[in-house]
């Protein structure tokens, strides 16, 4: 069912900008948030020979450049999420390549081809995976290790998986020729405890080295000397490693940090005479968990939850990493100023002091009116004074087209009209909201095509209308061994304001172990939010991925792949995202 709030919830992200992490204990990148895949890798992205850290946080990369002085760059999003990230050369021109694996699923970007995403690739084999060049032909095998022991699918033999291999030492295996002979050394990491496996000696009598430290492990040539030097990256600390070219001494931490000042992006949102207000604060890597938040003299709360049990039973606990409340008090015709500082007292933003608008009301279209497709419609309104502008939009619940990047359009328009006309091309066909905000406050930051580095306050007072456009269409059948994701039930949920469109996958349809893909597209010029949980039949929850895109200038199209067992359930929810397809593969 769809609530009179689904375009509060439209504009209420539409005033955050950046990426948003979840946090470390406001040290580190998410790295402690159950929701976040985390990935520490070593690419040489800019061609020095040098190795560049790189974390890979629920499909977005960021990278500490050597040629830029170790200073990140700018993060960018490989548009998948929900596997484990790992790299290697698969491609054989000398340098790290990235892949990622959910299950049986490997998906790849190479550096050859400028790291253009190509996958998936089923190699039937799951566990945890890695990259090595165990058969000395310079290209990459994939492999995995899991409790039977290794599988790798070498290059030179068409890729087909071999194993397993038996080894006596378990942990998080890694790859790296430490013996220089052409073939990689199997490494499995145990904690503080390094179990080397050299090719030279035929993968016996292993050597284990403590190096004292523990985090999450990778192997990369650092220092341009041609061999691999361990290096860990510790949330907390930061990065150490063991140089080759300095007797594998350790070097650090080093805190690689993005080199931004903080900022803050907040919103107060008035809805039936309440006001919510979301606000974040961070720099481009770093949630700050730790500032104090005031809306006038409102103080807000940091980490809004998002949390329920649905019909069967199975808890759904998110936290948001935002500030948020609620007030009464703030109506339209108050002034209303952001107050945002460190646990220091250090000033991070204050705003003006601007003035709540007075609700509009939408006069074209009406509640219920059906749409003609492929039409441009004129949207009309009244009132909302004290505004410095509306926006505009249109924004489709259910659009099943996953190649198709329409289903949502916004614009910004100045407070000299009450009507404009949107492009009827992006109406997809189903239901959809038909949106007008009253907007106050630091608007420029809705007009710039490229994300701002600035931080803003936004004051939105909105109506919304639901329509119909055309009738959709069902999807045609599947193929053998797969079939479209059921739906058991589909129902609402709001949290401090947020709404979700909340899906029960129907776990009588999963009668046998394969792999579920879902396709989302998350939306530009709000904060789009998807997540999805998979439980056991048991009621055991062992999946969980979450995607946040606030505020950014252009649509993301992201795909989640993972194994699942006979009887399993998966739920998902979004907001202000569409869920374009899902798929059940066996």
């Not at 039937?124 to 995976?129: I, L, R």
């Not at 000395?136 to 699918?153: E, I, R, S, T, Y």
Request: net charge negative; hydrophobic share 40%; proline share 4%.
């Amino acid at each position: 069912m769809i609530t009179r709030h689904c375009f509060h919830d439209f504009i209420t992200t539409l005033c955050f900008l950046g990426w948003m992490s979840a946090m470390y204990a406001g040290t580190g990148p998410c790295l402690a948030d159950a929701e976040a895949q985390v990935s520490a890798l070593g690419l040489d992205y800019d061609g020095d020979g040098f190795a560049d850290p790189a974390l890979v946080i629920n499909g977005d990369c960021y990278l500490w450049l050597s040629t830029n002085g170790y200073l990140m760059n700018t993060p960018f999003d490989l548009g998948l999420s929900g596997g484990t990230f790992t790299a290697g050369d698969l491609d054989g021109d000398g340098t790290n390549d990235v892949a990622m694996v959910s299950g049986e699923l490997w998906y790849t970007w190479g550096s050859a081809s400028g790291y253009a995403p190509l996958g998936p690739y089923n190699l039937n084999m799951a566990g945890t995976p890695f990259i090595g060049n165990f058969d000395g032909d310079g290209f990459g095998d994939p492999a995995v290790m899991n409790q039977d022991g290794l599988f790798v699918c070498f290059s030179k033999y068409g890729y087909q998986a071999s194993g397993p291999f038996a080894f006596n030492a378990t942990g998080t295996p890694l790859a790296a020729d430490l013996d220089l002979d052409g073939c990689d050394d199997l490494i499995l990491v145990n904690q503080n405890l390094w179990t080397v496996f050299y090719s030279s000696l035929e993968y016996l009598n292993p050597v284990v080295y403590d190096l004292a430290t523990t985090g999450l492990p990778l192997a990369a040539d650092f220092d341009n000397d041609e061999r691999y030097d361990p290096a860990i990256y510790d949330p907390v600390n930061g990065w150490y490693c063991w140089m080759s070219s300095g007797g594998y001494l350790r070097q650090g931490p080093y805190q690689l940090t993005p080199g931004y000042a903080p900022v803050a992006y907040g919103l107060a949102d008035m809805v039936s005479n309440t006001t919510h207000a979301a606000v974040y604060v961070g720099d481009e890597l770093n949630v700050i968990p730790d500032a104090k938040v005031f809306l006038n003299e409102v103080v807000l709360t940091y980490g809004l939850p998002v949390v329920f049990t649905n019909e069967d039973g199975r808890l759904i606990n998110l936290s948001l990493p935002l500030y948020y409340g609620a007030t009464t008090s703030l109506t339209a015709g108050a002034d209303v100023v952001l107050t945002v500082t460190a646990a220091s007292g250090a000033t991070i933003y204050q705003s003006a002091a601007y003035t709540m608008p007075s609700p509009v009301q939408i006069v074209s279209p009406t509640n219920g009116q059906n749409l003609a497709a492929g039409q441009d419609q004129t949207i009309r309104w009244s009132n909302g004074t004290n505004a410095a502008g509306f926006l505009v939009g249109f924004l489709a619940l259910d659009a099943t087209n996953i190649n198709s990047d329409k289903g949502l359009v916004v614009k910004y328009v100045p407070n000299s009209t009450n009507e404009t006309a949107l492009d009827g091309s992006e109406f997809l066909a189903g239901t959809g909201v038909v949106g007008v905000a009253a907007v106050n406050g630091d608007v420029t930051a809705l007009q710039n095509d490229i994300d701002t580095p600035q931080s803003f306050f936004l004051l939105g007072n909105e109506d919304d209308v639901t329509i119909t456009v055309e009738e959709s269409h069902g999807a045609s059948g599947a193929a053998k061994g797969q079939a479209g994701l059921g739906i058991l039930r589909e129902y609402s949920k709001s949290f401090e304001g947020l709404s979700f469109k909340m899906r029960d996958g129907n776990p009588q349809q999963i009668q046998q172990p394969g792999n579920v893909t879902i396709v989302f597209k998350l939306r530009r010029l709000k904060m789009s939010v998807a997540f999805i949980k998979a439980f056991d039949m048991n009621g055991g929850e062992y999946f969980s991925w979450q995607k946040k895109r606030v505020f950014k200038t252009s649509d993301k199209t992201y795909t989640v792949s993972f194994s699942v067992s006979a009887g399993t359930t998966v739920v998902f929810g979004t907001h202000d995202a569409s869920y374009r397809s899902g798929v059940y593969s066996y």
